[in-house]
């Protein structure tokens, strides 16, 4: 509806902008004709299926006339098999107090809710998911505005609070986390990233004195907290020793993984505000931030951005992981392309990445192949931290989020790769709705190829967007033109998913990148399996993957339209 | 590539200003200060009386600009440059909105101001950044260095030229240019993390380390000397907008021109603590100690726990020599916040002062186990636990003196402190 109202208008902003074209002899330089973007929008179809699924809990912020901060950033997901029964199921985490569900999916594909059964009641702003003890299940780590919880799953997706035992309950405003093994132990460590020291006695106003949510610059950064895994049987902050606490910024968003192909994993941090982190691994426990000089930590103008979410991904296919980040109203989203000097270049504007984002505050991310052509498409979700200079929302209008934040309300974004640049395919419901959209994950939720996504919503229901390639066939109408392929990679000797594996397939098309992680994004977690679409092609030739542990195996190829396990010590060491 | 910034953009303008009508773009002012509601209560009453006036139409923009009413500044701005064609500050001024929306729609903008000012380097540095954030990179350098023909003085222009040098991998000249950018505006960390970075770049890493270590002392805070922008901005009358303002003349040492702001945004409201602590900060800084004193007091009185304003008013207290007062108030910012190394050492000072030689030693010790950081408290603890150990050799206490001189060693070693080899030599001397 607001994109129909704005289509009204149109003529007469024109009108306005042609009114003011300088004359011939204006003595301005002449300009160039922008560049030709995509010239088609390639018709990628989600449809919302969430009043079917079985979900209809609210997600609840908490806010109210004080404007509590957190009720504004918070809205988690994991997207996770967390029963073991080789399904997805949901966990939605909620800043107010017992908002947090967990939604286990049945066999028909519905989700019931099974929040109190499981032991997951409470609140948080994000979580991470991993096996964190290696016996074989996905154990859950919530971040909250105090302490942090950890959970750890009997296998049948019962989970045991064990936040006391493990030293895991990180004080302060913990945001996203991370998991990773950066000592090569077989055992995942995590990294938390904290906000802020957030005061709710801090009053912050806008627009002539109107009261409104604070921004980060109100308070105090926090340092970040490493957490080394003893083990599987506890953690240790080493958060000092590793040289993580030298900074204390703003942090939101957080991707672990091998930045620089030197054999270590590295961690990127998207802060609010604050410039953001490129932690590189020295290799002996200690961490560099080289954000600055690899040209990661602020935007081709130097300018730091207000960093939420991150999406990370082989955008350009050239073989390493690109990052994106999305900020604030009135700043672009931005695009890091991996240059692998080593460092990064801001190629928002080569990309067409800019101009979408310009008019929305971005949260969760995620690049994932939406399309199954083959190259890395991007979903944004969105929704305003403080009240927008014009409200899209019609109050009472069937597009219209819950009252107070008829200001604050945002439509999501597809963007849909067109060899290298971006367009926005978000004009068709439902890119359209309204709402405050913070964690996004893409997973496969019925298991027919394609990624579905998941988003969490302030206020309203997390929204289930079920993707449509596979019905209905890619960019032609053609079924054959999306093949697909997932892989999971396993090491037997943990017992678990090799998380941050690097795989490298040989396509008809060239290679592809993958890596074992999740999807990185905002406040949540997803599924560690990796999603290739493969277009036309009936298969690939062949798969190399770098280990964590920094073991280089080759294995034999695999014919599309499948999930393929790839099992550590099985292949042919390079 | 997408409609939605342009419409968005302008849908105020078209709402508010209907075929044939003249409509006044109106905010929403519910719970704005009152001096806000004033003021656009009596710039309305300018309007309705005067209609035709652009100039009227474009003081209006600019206070809605100053407080944030975006798009109805780009309504007022719009009818104001319509009235008065020849006006360059209502074409660029909506320019500069419309660009926080869609660089592309502002560039028609931007050449229309241009064309009636050509000479506004501030106008053609903005139209060039436009190009660039629309990637007509050869255009936008043309723009640059046009502008800085015009002004070679204007930092953003040599910026600019630096920027896409970067972009093109051109980081020699790159280097060259940001520079030259840098030199002129010390303060701008914009310009200083992009040399550090185009330093990398052209294979000097050394050097771009030590200026992004020096960078992360400036602020985020990107001054233009654009006076026509900067009008707008002057027009803000909410009280967090004179602390705006007061801060980015502190920035530049202008703390005249910020305590001026800080007393009018006190005379509108004088209940909020931030703007008297701020003032407190300004007064010191202007050698005021008094002033900055009795400020403080007040920060403090409306918001005990405002960040900084304890340890500020005990650092006040103790400057004007009451002991008693600076020593109860550091006790209470160390209740605030524990790990405060610095109030840490006042309470040592005072207690030394006074002879209580236990409590010094003590919080001492507290200190030492904090391990600062910050060099300027590390070399204050480090100072002070040698003072001390030499008043405990003088009264006979040697190994007690050497104590406090380990300490000291301990830290000036940890930061590769010159100060290490003396105390090296003299901790020999004291356990001999």
């Given at each position: ?6 289509a ?6 024109l009108?306005i902008a042609s009114?003011?074209?300088a004359?011939?002899d ?12 995509p010239?088609?929008?390639p018709?990628v179809?989600f449809?919302?299926v969430?009043a079917?699924?079985g979900?209809d ?15 504004v950033m918070?809205g988690g997901?994991a997207?996770?098999?967390?029963d073991?029964d080789?399904?997805l ?7 107010a107090?017992?908002g947090?569900r ?5 066999e028909?594909?519905h989700?019931t809710d ?10 948080g ?11 074989g299940d ?5 971040t909250r505005v105090?302490?942090?919880?950890l959970f750890?799953?009997?296998?049948k997706g019962v ?6 035992a ?9 945001s996203s ?5 950066y000592?090569r132990d ?5 990294y938390?990233?904290?906000?802020v ?7 912050c106003?806008?627009h002539?004195?109107r009261?409104?949510f ?16 003893l083990?599987?049987?506890?953690f240790?902050?080493?958060s000092a ?8 910024d ?6 672990a993984?091998?930045f620089?192909?030197d ?22 426990g200690r961490f560099?931030d ?9 935007n ?11 999406a990370?991904g082989d955008a ?10 999305t ?8 695009y ?8 990064f270049e801001?190629?928002?504007i080569d990309t067409?990445?800019?101009a979408?984002?310009l008019d ?5 991310a ?5 399309d ?8 944004v979700?969105n929704g305003a931290v403080?009240?927008?200079?014009s409200?899209?929302?019609t109050?009472?209008g ?8 008829s ?6 974004l597809?963007l849909v790769?067109d060899e ?7 004009a068709?419901?439902?890119w359209?709705e309204?709402?405050?959209s ?7 939720l019925d298991r ?5 996504l ?8 997390p929204?289930i ?7 209905t ?5 053609e079924?054959?033109a999306?093949n697909?392929?997932q892989?999971?990679?396993f090491?037997?000797?943990?017992g ?12 008809p098309d ?7 992680l999740?999807?990185g994004?905002y ?10 679409g493969?277009?036309?092609a009936?298969g690939?030739?062949g798969?190399e993957?770098?280990?964590?542990d920094?073991l280089?195996e080759r294995?034999a ?5 499948q999930?393929?396990e ?9 | ?7 968005v953009?302008l849908l105020?303008?078209a ?8 409509q006044i773009?109106t905010p929403?002012?519910d719970?704005?200060?009152p001096a806000?509601r004033?003021r ?6 300018d309007?309705?009386?005067d ?8 003081r ?13 500044a ?5 009818r104001?440059h ?6 360059f500050?209502w074409?660029?001024?909506l320019a ?5 929306r869609?660089?592309a729609?502002?560039?028609p ?6 064309a009636i000012?050509?000479?506004y ?7 060039a950044?436009?190009l660039e ?6 255009a ?14 204007n930092?953003?222009?040599h910026?600019g030229l ?6 093109d ?5 790159a280097?060259?240019?940001l520079?030259?950018a ?6 701008n960390?914009?310009?200083?993390v ?17 200026i992004?270590?020096?960078a992360?002392?400036?602020?985020r805070?990107n001054?233009?000397n654009d006076p ?10 909410d009280?967090?907008s004179?602390?705006?303002?007061a801060?980015?003349h502190r920035v530049?040492g202008e ?5 001026r702001e800080l007393?009018?945004g ?7 603590p931030?703007l ?6 300004v ?7 008094a002033g900055s004193l009795?400020?403080a ?10 960040e ?5 008013l005990?650092r006040a ?10 020593l109860?108030?550091a006790e209470e910012?160390l209740?605030l916040?524990?790990?405060d190394?610095s109030?840490?050492l006042?309470v040592a ?7 209580d030689?236990v ?8 200190a030492?186990r ?6 300027v408290?590390r070399?204050g603890?480090?100072?002070l636990?040698?003072n ?12 007690a003196?050497?104590g406090?001189?380990e ?7 940890e ?7 003396g105390?090296?030599?003299r901790l020999?001397q004291?356990?001999?």
């Open positions: 509806m607001a994109r129909n109202r704005a009204r208008v149109a003529g007469l902003v009108a009114a003011c074209s004359p011939p204006s003595g301005v330089a002449p300009a160039e004709a922008p560049g030709a973007g010239e088609a929008t018709a179809r449809v919302d969430t079917e699924s979900i809990q609210v997600l609840p912020s908490g806010t109210d006339s004080t404007y509590p901060m957190p009720a918070g997901l997207v996770f098999d967390a073991g080789g399904d199921d949901l966990y939605v985490v909620a800043p107090a017992g947090n967990f939604y286990v999916q049945q028909d594909g989700f099974a929040t109190t059964a499981a032991g997951l009641e409470g609140d702003m994000g979580c991470a998911v991993g096996d964190l003890d290696n016996d996905l154990d859950l780590y919530v105090g302490p942090d919880r750890l799953n009997d296998g989970f045991a609070d064990r936040s006391a493990w030293d895991a309950a990180v004080p302060g405003w913990s986390a991370a998991l990773l093994d000592d077989g055992y995942l460590d995590l938390v990233a904290r906000y020291a957030f005061d709710p006695a801090r009053v106003s806008q002539g004195g009261r409104d604070c921004g980060p610059t109100e308070f105090e950064g926090l340092s970040d907290i490493l957490l080394h895994n083990g599987g049987n506890g240790e902050n080493v020793v590793a040289g993580i606490n030298a900074v204390e703003a942090g939101l968003g957080v991707v993984a091998d620089d192909h054999g270590e994993v590295d961690i990127y941090v998207a802060n609010d505000a604050d410039p953001n982190n490129l932690w590189i691994h020295q290799g002996s560099l080289d954000g600055v000089l690899q040209g990661a930590a602020f081709r103008w130097g300018n730091s951005e207000a960093g939420m979410g991150i990370a350009d296919l050239d073989l390493d992981l690109d990052l994106f980040v900020h604030l109203i009135t700043e672009t989203n931005t890091y392309r991996n240059l692998m000097l080593p460092g801001d190629a928002t067409e990445l800019g979408a984002s929305l505050t971005g949260f969760g995620a690049f994932f192949d939406a199954n052509d083959g190259d890395l498409d991007l979903a979700a403080k009240r927008r200079p409200a899209l929302a109050p009472g069937v597009d219209a989020p819950p009252a107070f934040w200001e604050y309300a945002e439509p999501n597809l790769n290298g640049r971006f367009a926005d395919a978000s068709q419901p439902p359209t309204l709402g405050l913070r964690a996004l994950v893409p997973a496969d027919d190829g394609d990624l579905d998941v988003i969490a919503n302030l206020d309203g229901a929204r967007l079920r993707n449509l390639t596979i019905d066939g890619s960019v032609s109408d079924p054959a999306a697909w392929l892989v999971r990679a090491d037997p000797r943990l678990r998913e090799a998380l941050g594996a690097r795989i490298t397939v040989r396509t060239g290679p592809r990148l993958l890596h074992a999740p999807p994004s406040l949540s977690a997803g599924p560690a399996t990796a999603h290739l493969l277009g036309a009936e690939v030739q798969f993957v770098v280990w964590p920094g280089t294995f190829g695999a014919a599309a339209n999930v393929v790839i099992i550590r010590g099985e292949g042919q060491p390079k | 590539m997408t409609a939605r910034p342009l419409n953009l105020a303008a709402t508010v200003v209907p075929a044939g009508a003249q773009p929403r002012l719970g704005a200060e806000v004033q656009f209560a009596s710039l309305q009453a309007l309705r009386a209609p035709g006036n652009g100039d009227a139409w474009g209006y923009g600019m206070a809605l600009e100053a407080h944030t009413f975006t798009d109805e780009i309504a007022a701005y719009g104001a319509e009235l008065s064609p020849r006006m500050r074409p660029y001024l500069a909105l419309a660009d926080e869609s660089a729609d502002s560039l903008l931007y050449r229309a101001a241009l000012d050509p000479d380097a501030p106008a053609r540095v903005r139209l950044e436009a954030r629309t990637g007509q990179f050869d936008a350098n043309r723009e640059y260095a046009w502008a800085a023909r015009l002004d070679p003085a930092a953003h222009a910026a630096g920027r896409l040098a970067l972009a991998g051109d980081a020699e000249a280097v060259r240019h520079s030259r840098r030199e002129l505006a010390a303060e960390r914009s310009f200083a992009t040399l550090a970075q185009a330093y990398a770049r052209a294979g000097n890493r050394q050097r771009g380390q030590q992004a270590a020096a992360r002392s400036l602020g805070i001054y233009r026509v922008r900067s009008s707008v901005h002057d027009l803000a009358l009280a967090r004179y602390l705006r303002r801060n980015a530049h703390f005249d021109l910020a305590e007393r009018a006190i005379e509108v409201d004088g209940a909020r931030e008297h602590f701020a003032l407190a900060e007064l010191a800084a202007s050698g005021d100690p009795a400020a007091r007040r920060a403090y009185e409306q918001h005990p726990e405002l900084g304003v304890a340890p500020f005990a207290l103790f400057q004007t020599g009451d002991l008693s007062g600076a109860a108030m910012a209740r916040d524990a790990g190394v109030m840490m006042l000072l005072v207690s030394a002062e006074r002879g030689v409590r010094t030693v003590e919080v001492l010790d507290r030492y904090e391990r600062p950081q910050d060099p408290t070399e603890l480090i100072r636990l040698t001390v150990g030499e008043a405990m050799v003088g009264s006979g206490l040697p190994d003196a050497a406090q001189f300490k000291a060693l301990d830290l000036a070693e930061a590769g402190s010159p100060e290490a080899a105390l090296r030599r020999a004291v356990r001999r």
